[in-house]
Structure formats: C-alpha cells, structure tokens
C-alpha cells in the first residue's frame, strides 16, 4: 500500500524567523495528505516539499491562534482559484472552528468543498477510521482550547504524537504511551504556563517511552546547541531538533 511519513512544513514559534516558518506538519499516506495546521501559505507549502495539493484531504487546527490558523483563509482561496471540487474537511475544536469561519467571511470565500467537523474536547477521542492509519484526539493544556493528536499507523503499526501548544500535562502523556515518535512543541527556556521547555519535552517522552523525540515551535532566540544538550539530559531515546521540510518516515 505504500509508504507514510511527515513532513514539517515549518518549526517557527509564534514569532518565525529566517530560517524557520511558523509550526505546520503535512501527513502523507497513500490515501491523501492530511494538514496539521494552517500557517503560512498553505499551498505553496506544500508544493515545496513536494506535495500535490489536490491530494489533501482534511485539515486539522489544533487551535486558534493566528500562527496556526492564519494560512487558512489563503489555502481556500488557492482551492477556488484552482477549481477545487472535491471535498476538504476541516476538522477543529469549536472555538477554532468559529475563527476559521469568520476568517472565512471576512475575505468573502464561499466554498462549496469545504466540511467543518467539530472535534469533541475529550480524552483519547477517535476522530478518524481510515482504512490506513486512525487518529485519536485528545484536550492538551495552552492558553486557549488546544487538541493533540495521535496518528496509528495500520500499514506498519508504527505511531506518531503531535503536542501541539501545551505545557506538559497528563492528557498528553496518555495520548503518547508508547508511541514511535512524538513532536513536542519547545518554544520557551523556563517553565511557562502553556509552553514547554526542552527538559520537559524530554522529560515527557522519557516517562512515555516513546521512541524519537522530535523538537519544534523554536522561539528565535534559542541556540539549538543548547536545546539538544538539555533535552539529551533527559531523553535516552532519539531526538531531532526540526528544521523546516524535514521528512521522517513512519
């Protein structure tokens, strides 16, 4: 059935820099492409990682602020300039899903390919049943409604976590309980509500046992050499520090 692997398409914080777009992931499988938050110019994104965009099939905002969902309105516009017509989900939290919409409105986009689907704020929720991989939802702790995510694979058993914004919290050691690689967002150098440090990530993915640890969401002024020294502090296990297109196999 082919291969699935992830490609991130950008691992800025809030504020991005040269070097580093803010935070998106793009989920290749062969059955489509699912987008894991909405910055940037969501289209071209995707094309310079290779991706077809007419292969995506859902979005999924993990919350609603700007640095994860602002890319929204423009990869519609793409959509209806590219005479998309089959259909695109979106799937969100209900506030993230009342932003998106009046994002929407506010640029006057009406698309008819566009599904909302609004995702419960529960523990360890099955969203999807695709005949390669689910994924599992589940409430994290940011300073707005913020959901990770899980992604099992049914091609290799193999699993993936997405932390999305959040400070640690036992609802995302739950989610990630043996899975193969977590991406922990890293955006802040001390304990801070609603974001992690590299310590913590580590931390978190050591008392998991998760098997990779991948680092992203850098705020511009963390020196990366210091970031993997104190994560590796922690972590027995694999650890990347992301760049923008990295591609890891699952």
């Known amino acids: 059935m082919g291969s699935q692997r992830i490609i991130v398409l950008g691992t800025g914080a809030s504020l991005s820099s040269k070097d580093r777009d803010n935070t998106s992931l793009a989920f290749d499988t062969p059955t ?7 910055a940037s110019n969501p289209y071209r994104q995707l094309l310079l990682a290779g991706l077809d965009p007419n292969r995506l099939f859902a979005v999924f905002l993990t919350h609603p602020h700007p640095d994860h969902l602002y890319g929204f309105p423009s990869l519609v516009h793409h959509f209806i300039m590219a005479r998309r017509s089959s259909t695109l989900a979106v799937y969100a939290n209900f506030p993230t899903l009342r932003v998106a919409a009046s994002l929407l409105n506010a640029f006057g986009l009406r698309a008819e390919f566009l599904r909302f689907f609004k995702v419960p704020e529960e523990r360890n929720y099955t969203l999807l049943e695709a005949d390669d991989f689910s994924l599992i939802t589940t409430p994290v702790r940011h300073v707005v409604p913020t959901l990770a995510l899980r992604i099992n694979s049914k091609l290799n058993s193999s699993s993936f976590v997405y932390s999305s914004d959040t400070g640690p919290c036992p609802e995302l050691v739950a989610l990630a309980k043996d899975a193969d ?29 998760v098997k990779k640890l991948i680092l992203l969401h850098f705020w511009p002024t963390m020196e990366m050499d210091k970031v993997y020294e104190e994560a590796s502090q922690h972590f027995k296990g694999e650890i990347l520090l992301a760049h923008d297109f990295l591609e890891v196999e699952l």
């Open 181 to 209: 690689i977590l991406v922990h967002e890293c955006s802040v150098s001390r304990p801070s509500q609603g974001h992690t440090t590299p310590a913590q990530a580590a931390q978190l993915a050591e008392s998991c046992g």
């Open 32 to 38: 489509g492409i699912l987008l894991i938050d909405c």
